[in-house]
């Protein structure tokens, strides 16, 4: 579940994000609409929900949302305002803004907008993410495991975790390479090293073997990683 916030208030910004990835969301954050589209248009990255201050240096927050519809990107689009007249709003709703959030607001509103928001979404995954014999559950930020004699692993998951074990399940028995990996699952501003893949990686496979679940994570020499879904219903 991945975020794009553009705001200009440092403060306010940096409380957001604060609150977002609390939530476990990955989080991109930029002060801009210029950078904003930069990411936006950066093929490798998926976002759950953007969200636009309206009044922004270079691009503004209607603009943004005028060339994300004008290039056929679906993305539900939350818009940060101090604008409150119904002609304000009128604006930025046709201009592509999906729901509108007037300045000030609460950590607990903006919350509940985003995650309305993810339900609209075409790219939302449901409060539970099952694939084969395990079942991400979105509300406890857990995997469940289920072996052959139908037992279940609840395994607690760390944030990083979390967001790797979801990319992997949203690309079952496909190899995603560390470059695929680091632009999905880090921020923009992460810039992770060269072997903080293999180290999560190690840390995450460790974790699921301690619990039953061991050979679901493949490492694919050279390439990537593939995540194998074994299925147990025909045993």
């Known amino acids: 579940m991945r975020i794009l916030l ?14 977002l990835l ?3 969301y990955i989080v991109d ?21 953007v969200i636009f201050d ?18 056929k990107n679906a993305v539900p689009v939350l818009m940060l305002t101090a604008k409150d007249q119904i002609e304000d709003k009128v ?20 919350l509940a907008r985003v995650r309305a928001l993810q339900r609209r979404s075409q790219h939302l995954q449901p409060m539970q993410l099952k694939i084969g014999c395990l079942t991400l559950n ?15 692993q ?16 949203q690309h079952p028995n496909q190899i995603l ?14 810039e992770p090293g060269s072997n903080v893949v293999p180290a999560q990686m190690r840390l995450l496979r460790r974790k699921l073997a301690e619990y039953g679940c061991e050979g679901i994570i493949e490492t694919v020499h050279g390439i990537g990683y593939r995540l194998n879904t074994p299925s147990y219903d025909e045993s």
């Open 138 to 152: 979105y509300s406890t930020f857990t995997i469940a495991f289920t072996d052959r004699a139908t037992h279940s």
């Open 177 to 190: 390479s560390r470059d695929q990996i680091v632009n999905q699952v880090w921020s923009m501003q992460a």
């Open 91 to 110: 604006v930025g709703l046709d201009a592509g803004a999906d729901d509108y959030l007037v300045k000030p607001f609460s950590n607990a509103e903006l």
């Open 154 to 169: 609840t395994i607690p998951l760390t944030a990083k975790e979390f967001q790797l074990l979801e990319y992997f399940m």
């Open 22 to 24: 609390r939530e476990k």
């Open 6 to 19: 553009v705001e200009d208030e440092p403060d306010l910004g940096a409380i957001i994000e604060r609150t």
């Open 29 to 49: 954050r930029v002060m801009d609409g210029n950078a904003a589209w930069e990411y936006l248009q950066n093929q490798w990255t998926q976002y759950t929900v």
């Open 54 to 71: 309206w009044l922004l240096p270079g691009l503004s927050g209607i603009e943004l949302c005028q060339r994300l519809r004008a290039n």
